[in-house]
């Protein structure tokens, strides 16, 4: 180990010993002051987006440490960099909710910094050891945080599904890693590439290790059919938390997916490539359909969440370069726009209450003009309207599955983002044209109005600058 090698893991490290700092702070800050550790978690991620800026690698430069089990390059900055704006815009919305709910402790900071560190771990994995250490410091990470409302009988319930089936899902990609290491003799991703393009290995042994690489895959992402924990455990966690597991850690799966099928069984990509067809159109499919039938907010958000994961998987399923971008560009967008829809339920919510149902969006037009505007926003792009920037991540993933010459498949996603279409517009129906049945003030801080209005006009300025956002991208793939 060299200091060169720390330096490149500085991200990493700096995160890891100030999550401990703001877990060991909060010990000595009394509940009226919990103010302090919302403001040491906003720092602790400035500073991170700083070092992580300050030591950036070209496009196109790639650079393996630790003996080859951490790689940095531009896809991994970029997205890391993307994660602190998530997490940071997560901290801001939550910090309201929590005081009013109960749940204001240090507990949510820190398990949530130690969250990002699982995503970074996965972002900058070179081994698929490295990728399982940054999967289960996520997912423990993410199952505390679902039940930390011990009051909450449903909290609880969310709580104990999503750890038993995440649970089943890591043992499932962990069988499926040691088939791998047992048909190549390598867990390193960079290795088992080689292996793969030389033709060794046993070919059974990886068609079921990469069958159950997939199954993993799908069962973090959300995917249909393995999306069966999703809805309860949206439903059931606090509204926070909600917040935070539909945006930050979809940043992380998406590396997963990039590090695992293209860097490390690229040669394979024909069999995985045919898998996630499956999972795109019965993700496309069952999340926008079901997704009609809901009354609950969440529950909805869940489904529309199976949907967009379709269309990421469109991307990831491209097996190119601009697929790959695409697929990034998307889940990037996805992230800020989940969150600034969370962000405006939890506007409405109050008094420990959580504004979970559709109901609760009649009439928000009367009550703030303004803030139904960035919800209509927010709406707009996930339905993929032109001119908001949803619109042009559906084009570039669809662009791609046309080019990879799946054509059937990208007017199967054409035909379900319309269907999406209504379930999203109910809302703004809701927000424009009923009547408000609560008619209190809606109260928040300034802090959380600011980043909220931003959330929402970048949904419109992203659309019509959207070439700045696609090239970071594109530039992240290039040789």
Excluded at 157 to 185: D, N, Q, R, V, W
Excluded at 217 to 230: E, N, S, T
Aim: aromatic letters at 12%; proline letters at 3%.
């Amino acid at each position: 180990m060299s200091l060169s090698e720390l330096q490149l893991a500085l991200p990493e490290i700096f995160i890891a010993g100030m999550a401990c700092v703001v877990l060991i702070a909060d010990l000595f800050i009394s509940d009226e002051r919990r103010g302090l550790t919302h403001t040491l978690a906003l720092l602790v991620l400035a500073f991170a987006a700083i070092i992580t800026f300050r030591v950036m690698v070209a496009p196109g430069e790639t650079i393996l440490a630790f003996s080859d089990t951490f790689v940095r390059d531009r896809f991994g900055d970029v997205m890391k960099l993307f994660a602190y704006l998530v997490l940071f815009g997560v901290f801001v919305y939550a910090k309201h909710f929590l005081r009013v709910a109960g749940l204001f402790k240090g507990e949510f900071y820190s398990l949530s910094l130690f969250a990002l560190l699982g995503v970074m771990i996965m972002i900058s994995a070179s081994s698929m050891l490295t990728v399982y250490l940054g999967l289960e410091l996520l997912a423990l990470s993410s199952y505390a945080l679902v039940a930390m409302d011990r009051d909450s009988a449903t909290g609880s319930e969310a709580g104990m599904k999503y750890f038993i089936l995440g649970s089943l899902a890591s043992g499932i990609l962990l069988y499926g890693i040691s088939l791998i290491y047992g048909a190549t003799g390598s867990i390193h991703l960079g290795e088992i590439s080689q292996a793969l393009s030389g033709g060794l290995g046993d070919d059974l042994m990886l068609a079921f290790g990469l069958a159950f690489l997939v199954v993993g895959i799908g069962f973090k992402l959300g995917a249909v059919p393995f999306h069966m924990w999703l809805p309860d455990v949206y439903q059931g966690a606090p509204a926070a938390v909600t917040l935070l597991i539909a945006s930050l850690p979809k940043l992380g799966y998406l590396a997963l997916a990039i590090r695992l099928l293209a860097d490390g069984m690229g040669g394979l990509h024909d069999d995985w490539q045919d898998m996630l067809v499956v999972l795109a159109a019965l993700s496309m499919l069952l999340g926008n359909i079901v997704a009609i039938a809901q009354t609950n907010f969440k529950r909805m958000l869940a489904y529309s969440t199976i949907s967009h994961v379709g269309f990421i998987l469109l991307g990831v399923l491209a097996a190119s370069p601009a697929g790959y971008a695409a697929a990034m560009f998307y889940t990037i967008v996805y992230a800020l726009m989940s969150a600034g829809a969370f962000a405006v339920m939890l506007l409405l919510s109050g008094s420990g209450v959580e504004a979970e149902n559709l109901e609760d969006f009649k009439g928000l037009a009367k009550r703030t003009p303004w803030y139904a505007l960035m919800m209509l926003m927010i709406l707009f792009s996930m339905a993929g309207i032109p001119v908001f920037v949803g619109f042009f991540a559906k084009w570039q993933v669809i662009a791609a599955a046309i080019d990879a010459g799946f054509v059937w498949l990208a007017l199967l996603a054409v035909i379900t983002a319309v269907i999406g279409a209504f379930y999203y517009l109910r809302v703004v129906k809701l927000m424009y044209f009923d009547e408000p049945e609560v008619t209190t003030p809606i109260e928040a801080p300034v802090d959380f109005r600011a980043v909220l209005s931003i959330n929402g006009l970048a949904m419109l300025g992203l659309g019509v600058f959207s070439g700045g956002l696609i090239g970071v991208c594109v530039r992240a793939f290039s040789a």
